[in-house]
């Protein structure tokens, strides 16, 4: 995001605006204790010495027309 403006990377290396005007922009990502936090990783003491893990993360854009806002669940677990 530049200027209020969202670009994307098309094929060839050349910039696309994808989303314009946009007024504000934030995320928000949700740790497995259900708990929204504004900043990754989260400043808190881990419980029994294992760290909070990301669980959702929230994009919020605000628009002329208003917010739009999309939120992405994350899988508990992954495996290799």
Do not use: N
Not at 55 to 76: C, K, W, Y
């Amino acid at each position: 995001i530049e200027g209020g403006v969202m670009y994307r990377s098309a094929p060839g290396g050349v910039e696309q605006s994808v989303l314009y005007p946009i007024k504000g922009f934030k995320v928000r990502v949700l740790d497995d204790r259900r708990v929204w936090h504004d900043t990754w990783p989260i400043k808190v003491a881990p419980v029994l010495g294992v760290p909070p893990r990301l669980a959702g993360v929230e994009i919020s854009f605000e628009l002329r027309e208003g917010r739009v806002t999309r939120l992405f669940d994350l899988p508990a677990k992954t495996t290799p």
